[in-house]
């Protein structure tokens, strides 16, 4: 799937402005799939949202929304009600649902160990696979990225989207770490 730039969607817009902040590309797996969930944490209905009411309500396609809905309760994220006027709701309350959560459930990590594997140009090994400076750096950069996502919920994105924002200005005022 092609990468996409960050881009202001709704409600989920504040969101997105602090991931920015790292200046990372998140894909449209990311983004949709995010949306999917703050969607179905929405839902009041204990049916939940089946595919075709995802979709209209998010304006995706009907295969996109189910390559998703399958990720996401593969991933433990969500369960399917039964029967023809079935759905998916939270498999845990919204509130005990990660960013974190959802984003490695639905792409991973920006950075983890085997990157540096993955990245070594045209040789077996990278030249600077023992002293390296831009892998310390993206240690970090993943490290205070998990820190936030890790207290940003389901619940705190179901908030209006000025709710939202002055939630995640007030956490990242509050945890500079």
């Known amino acids: 799937m092609n990468n996409a730039y960050f881009c202001s969607v709704g409600f989920l817009s504040p ?40 979709s209209e309500m998010e304006g995706l396609s009907r295969p996109n929304v189910s390559k998703l809905t399958r ?8 369960n399917s009600t039964k029967g023809h ?10 509130a005990k649902i990660t960013v974190n959560d959802a984003l490695k ?17 045209v040789l077996n090994l990278c030249k600077n696979s023992i002293d390296c400076s831009i892998r310390s750096l993206w240690s970090m ?19 209006s989207e000025k709710e939202a924002a002055f939630s995640f200005q007030t956490l990242i005022e509050t945890n500079p770490n």
Do not use: W
């Open 15 to 54: 969101i997105i402005l602090l991931l920015k902040l790292y200046t990372m590309k998140i894909t449209a797996q990311d983004e949709y799939g995010l949306r999917i969930l703050v969607r179905i944490a929405k839902c009041n209905d204990q049916k939940g949202l089946s595919i075709p009411r995802l």
């Open 141 to 159: 950069v993943q490290s205070t990225l998990d820190n936030l996502l890790d207290k940003i919920t389901l619940a705190d994105l179901s908030n």
């Open 71 to 78: 990720i996401l309760r593969i991933q433990g994220l969500i």
């Open 105 to 121: 459930a639905l792409g991973g990590r920006l950075f983890d160990e085997e990157f540096c594997d993955k990245h070594v140009g």
């Open 85 to 94: 006027v079935g759905g998916y709701v939270l498999a845990r309350p919204a």
